[in-house]
C-alpha cells in the first residue's frame, strides 16, 4: 500500500518539475526564467529527500542539502548579474 | 500510526508544491510568479522534508532533514527578494493591472 502512495508524490512532483521547466523554455524574460530554476532546485530537495526516505540510503540526504545551497548561490549570482552589478557591490 | 500521519503530511506538501507551480505557470507577471511560487514551494518542501523525519525516525536522518529545513527557510526568501529587485532594476514591466509601485515611488523621491 505505501508504495502506490509514493509513486503519487513521485508523479506529483514530476509535474512540479514538468511545469517549472516549461516556465524555463517559454518565459518571455530573464527573470521569468531564472524564477523557474529557483523553483525547480527547491522542488528537487523535496524530490531527494523523499528518495532517501523510499529506498533508505542515507547519502541523499546530503545531496539535498548540497542541492539547496548551489541553489541558492546560483540564483544570487543571476540575480546578481540582472541587476547589472559585480558580486562584491 | 506514524506512516500514516508522515505519508499525509508529505502528501500535503506535493499539494502545496503543486499549487505553487501552477502559480508559476498561470499568473500574469514576473513579480506574482515569484510571490506565489515563492511561499508555496517553499512551505510545500519544509512539509515535505518533516514527513520524511517523521517516515524514516532514525536520529541523523532527522538531523539532515532539520538542517535541510533551516536552509531552505533561510535562503529561498532571500533569493526571492534579490531577484525581485534584479527584475525590477533590470525595467521589467508590471502587469498593466497593477494598481502600485511602491519601490518606484521611493527610487524616484530619492534622486
Redesign the interface.
Given at each position: 500500500m505505501?508504495e502506490i502512495?509514493f509513486n503519487?508524490?513521485y508523479i506529483?512532483?514530476l509535474?512540479?518539475c514538468a511545469?517549472?521547466l516549461?516556465?524555463v523554455g517559454r518565459g518571455p524574460?530573464?527573470?521569468?526564467r531564472?524564477?523557474?530554476i529557483?523553483?525547480l532546485g527547491?522542488?528537487v530537495?523535496?524530490f531527494a529527500?523523499?528518495l532517501?526516505?523510499q529506498t533508505g540510503k542515507?547519502y541523499l540526504?546530503?545531496v539535498?542539502?548540497a542541492w539547496?545551497?548551489l541553489?541558492?548561490i546560483g540564483?544570487?549570482a543571476?540575480?546578481?548579474?540582472?541587476?547589472?552589478k559585480g558580486f562584491d557591490e | 500510526m506514524s506512516?500514516a500521519i508522515g505519508?499525509a503530511i508529505?502528501?500535503i506538501?506535493?499539494?502545496f508544491?503543486?499549487m505553487?507551480?501552477?502559480g508559476?505557470?498561470r499568473l500574469p507577471d514576473?513579480y506574482n510568479?515569484?510571490q506565489a511560487?515563492?511561499k508555496c514551494?517553499?512551505l510545500?518542501?519544509c512539509l515535505?522534508?518533516i514527513g520524511?523525519c517523521i517516515?524514516?525516525g532514525s536520529v541523523?536522518?532527522v538531523l539532515?532533514?532539520v538542517?535541510?529545513i533551516i536552509?531552505?527557510l533561510i535562503?529561498?526568501p532571500?533569493?526571492?527578494h534579490?531577484?525581485a529587485?534584479?527584475?525590477h532594476?533590470?525595467g521589467?514591466k508590471l502587469w498593466e493591472k497593477s494598481v502600485i509601485d511602491q519601490y518606484e515611488e521611493e527610487k524616484g523621491s530619492q534622486s
Amino acid at each position: 500500500m505505501p508504495e502506490i502512495l509514493f509513486n503519487l508524490v513521485y508523479i506529483g512532483l514530476l509535474i512540479c518539475c514538468a511545469m517549472c521547466l516549461y516556465r524555463v523554455g517559454r518565459g518571455p524574460t530573464a527573470p521569468d526564467r531564472t524564477v523557474a530554476i529557483d523553483i525547480l532546485g527547491i522542488v528537487v530537495v523535496g524530490f531527494a529527500a523523499v528518495l532517501a526516505v523510499q529506498t533508505g540510503k542515507e547519502y541523499l540526504l546530503n545531496v539535498a542539502i548540497a542541492w539547496a545551497l548551489l541553489s541558492f548561490i546560483g540564483t544570487i549570482a543571476l540575480a546578481k548579474h540582472l541587476e547589472g552589478k559585480g558580486f562584491d557591490e | 500510526m506514524s506512516n500514516a500521519i508522515g505519508i499525509a503530511i508529505l502528501g500535503i506538501g506535493v499539494l502545496f508544491n503543486l499549487m505553487g507551480c501552477i502559480g508559476l505557470i498561470r499568473l500574469p507577471d514576473v513579480y506574482n510568479r515569484l510571490q506565489a511560487a515563492t511561499k508555496c514551494v517553499t512551505l510545500g518542501t519544509c512539509l515535505i522534508l518533516i514527513g520524511a523525519c517523521i517516515l524514516s525516525g532514525s536520529v541523523p536522518t532527522v538531523l539532515k532533514c532539520v538542517i535541510c529545513i533551516i536552509f531552505v527557510l533561510i535562503t529561498s526568501p532571500t533569493a526571492a527578494h534579490a531577484l525581485a529587485r534584479g527584475a525590477h532594476t533590470m525595467g521589467v514591466k508590471l502587469w498593466e493591472k497593477s494598481v502600485i509601485d511602491q519601490y518606484e515611488e521611493e527610487k524616484g523621491s530619492q534622486s
